[in-house]
């Protein structure tokens, strides 16, 4: 049809979610075959999806896909797709134990959750929860005669509860991710949750002020992907967005800070042998003791700088364009444990749980979360417990004299892995 | 879409309605969905890529002694339907329950469009890509600009429901709308300013409008943010936008109204029915069809979603429902029960939510502040609630400080954050203008469900608002 180059991916997913309160409320299995086409006509590319199955649905993708790149304007740094597919020996992102599971274990799983969140005080119900289990089989094809793919699993446990005592109420929230059903430990999580939901009946805001701030790891981890995940993005820094261009090589952070994206790393959310171009995974140093090392890259942003892809391609959906994302972003755990950095804390306050984190600004760098669960720390020790207060500060400046206690306690949010850290003291909107 | 007729017709979904009946399910659904999506992503003067998604597929829901089992497939053979089927029904027998699963509802019968001029998936790709490309040239107004996106969406959707009750209903509709983001630097400062307009329309709306003005004053917005400073953090009164009102009573209030979360206990509304909010010049609305929201006359179990009162005059009248939630609290379904796609299973969510707008001009919301921020909508990036206490926060726009009565200085960086209940009980005037909006980019999450809704209102004054800043 007059294609130069082209590239077909291929998506077959099968996705179980069970959803629950105080009892199961439903279950629901999702089967889809979703079909990508990306064309280049010379400098022209453009890309069509369908998850619709019939054959002629292919021919008719590929037509539309060519239609829209011959009306395409040239991109003068377009080279080409990747051409050679490979793979990284990445182990640990398949479980066929996940990927057999039957409703009946689930439903049990989900039946004990539940009771633990009951039985632990009468005062705590479930409130919301939910299982999502999926296995997805990728593979990868191009005019270049070759092709490739790979099969992972995963899964995603979610739930919050709520107590109620004399008008007074708390809430708890857990989640977790990983690749195998047995890594996920239900009970604890309910636990956790409920125990969460208790503590917090008493919380209260506390006056504006500033204070140190010590946040819980998983919550950290979520910051740090969203703050760091654009401006290490090689297209951002091509194209003016990142406020780390023209920055490798210099002291950003200080020098107790360490970033790595790794790929291959056993298990990880976002572990696979090859990325969304076929192009193989890797771990790849982003900050080494404070100094921009690298950016991330897919095959574009790499041929546009010359040098070479970091495996990173990542289609946020099918139907989207390659575009270079972290696999597992990872900050380098210290020596403290938690308790230690409490401990060491004479006043400040301890972030278990935040919202709106995530939409701290990564061009400006300024970081903000509305803390819904927290402890004021008194002397080395979790006090009164809080909740409703904003924390403000800048995540640049932090990462270059802020980040003063880094935990040994690594934990993930999503693909996002960080320890518990202590940090200078921020602005606390509050009362 | 009669090709889309055809296809349901040689589907012969009508058969595996029969076939789940006779598997032992009391009740089943069918939902049938065709939808096209367009998105043309211009960045920095260049085509950055021209992604055009088609999907398709059949979604099964059945209930079997009162537990609920769904299953969905995008291939559309005759065996993998029937597997699918198999599936919803294999997932239904391993709940026990001991529910009914669904309230009465009127079974209609009825084919919907929403009126348009021109299918925006069949106009030239020519058209579409230069329309963006230009919008983003005119975004550069100064050297002071790093970067600007400008994305075109463009979607079609038809959805046809049927159930084993005889219901066949049918909706088809289209949303459109362009998204610019510049980011700007002054003086080392960097800061971006996003900002969308849409419309259920077809392709004429994106022809009707002045893109290249509308990108020309985000870029100037950014710059002016970039040259200003953040807010001292505190409490204070607030006026706010009407997107901004919008958005936070969508996720503040009206999630919390949403019968399935309130039957759970997780919302701040539990057990509150009838109880007075809000002042009396507060009403909140949810409503399927109005100027400027998103066009839903029918919800996804084929319920007509009309007008919901939620809280009037400042009492909680009711609660929003779908056939489920419905029914445990013994009431009609109000029309709420949405999915995201073929591939989801209806849930409790809004429409179009918004307050009633009252009798204030913004001067007068204004005029009496002494200090207070003025807090704007043009570049608010989103927010987040916490649903059980009612704890919300907001990236609003770059706003304005209010310093005597009189709008002042702009701010940047701005968050606001509360609690619902306190904050609602704040609101003492409510001004006379109405601004409603949706959005072809995003829309609301819920249960890993999106779903387009419509927001707004008119401009208010709230009395106790926390600011975060630096």
Known sequence: ?431 | MEKQEEERKTLQLEKILDKAVGLGASYADIRYQDYDFELITVENKALKSYSSRRLSGVGIRVAIKGAIGFASTSDLRRSSLERTLGNAVKAAKSIKSEKKPFSATKINETNVKLPIQTNPIDVSPEKKVSITLEANKAAWISDEIKSAITNLGLSSDARLFISSEGANVRVETSLVGLQHQSVAKVNGVMERVPYSESMCAGFEFIQSKDWNSFTADISDLAIEAARSKTPPPGTYPVVVDPEILGVVLHEAFGHASEGDLVFTGESVLHNKLGVQLASESVTIVDEGMIEGGYFYPFDDEGTKKERTVILENGFLKRYIHDRHSALQFLVDSTGNGRAQDFESMPIVRQTNTYLQPRDHKLEELIEDIDFGIYVREKGWTGGQVEPGMGTFTFNVGPSKIIRNGEVAETVREVVIGGSILETLKTVDAVGKDLKIVTNVFGGCGKGGQRASVGIGGPHVRVRKMTVGGR
Do not use: C
């Open chain 1, 1 to 431: 049809m007059g294609a130069t180059e082209a590239e077909a991916y291929v998506q077959k997913a099968r996705t179980i979610r069970g959803e629950f309160s105080e009892a199961i409320e439903n279950f629901r299995t999702v089967e889809s075959i979703e079909k990508n086409l990306r064309v280049a006509l010379g400098k022209k590319t453009a890309m069509y999806s369908t998850s619709i199955l019939d054959e002629g649905e292919i021919s008719k993708a590929a037509a539309k896909a060519v239609k829209i790149a011959k009306v395409a304007p040239e991109d003068p740094h377009w080279k080409h797709m990747n051409k050679k597919f490979g793979k990284a020996s990445a182990e640990g992102y398949y479980d066929s134990a996940l990927e057999n599971l039957d409703y009946q274990e689930v439903v049990e799983t989900l039946v004990s959750a539940i009771n633990r969140m009951k039985s632990y005080d009468a005062r705590v119900r479930p409130t919301r929860g939910f299982v999502t289990t999926y296995v997805s089989n990728v593979s990868i094809a191009n005019s270049y005669n070759d092709s490739t793919e790979r099969r992972e699993t995963g899964i995603g446990a979610w739930m919050r509860t709520k107590a109620e005592d004399n008008g007074m109420k708390g809430t708890g929230t857990e989640h977790q991710q990983a690749r195998f059903w047995k890594e996920i430990n239900f009970d604890d999580l309910a636990v956790k949750a409920a125990e969460k939901a208790v503590k917090f009946l008493k919380a209260k805001p506390i006056s504006s002020g500033k204070m140190s701030v010590i946040i819980r790891n998983q919550i950290f981890a979520n910051i740090l992907g969203v703050i760091l995940s654009g401006p290490i993005n090689a297209d951002w820094v091509q194209k003016g967005r990142s406020p780390l261009s023209n920055k490798l090589g210099n002291q950003i952070a200080s020098e107790n800070i360490n970033i790595v994206d790794d790929g291959i790393m056993h298990g990880g959310w976002r572990t696979k042998p090859f990325d969304d171009e076929g192009y193989p995974t890797q771990r790849t140093l982003v900050i080494e003791k404070g100094i921009l090392k690298n950016y991330l890259y897919n095959m574009y942003t790499a041929l546009k700088d010359n040098v070479k892809s970091t495996g990173n391609a990542q289609r946020p959906y099918y139907w989207m364009t390659p575009e270079p994302q972290p696999n597992n972003l990872i900050m380098k755990p210290g020596e403290a444990s938690p308790e230690d950095i409490i401990h060491d804390t004479k006043t400040g306050i301890y972030i278990e749980d935040t919202i709106g984190e995530w939409l701290s600004n990564p061009v400006s760098g300024n970081l903000n979360a509305t803390v819904t669960h927290g402890y004021l720390v008194k002397n080395g020790e979790l006090a009164e417990p809080i909740k409703g207060v904003i924390i403000s500060g800048n995540f640049y400046e932090l990462l270059q004299k802020g980040i003063e206690t880094i935990g040994n306690d690594l934990r993930n949010s999503m693909h996002n892995y960080a320890p518990t850290v202590k940090l200078a003291p921020l602005t606390i909107a509050g009362k």
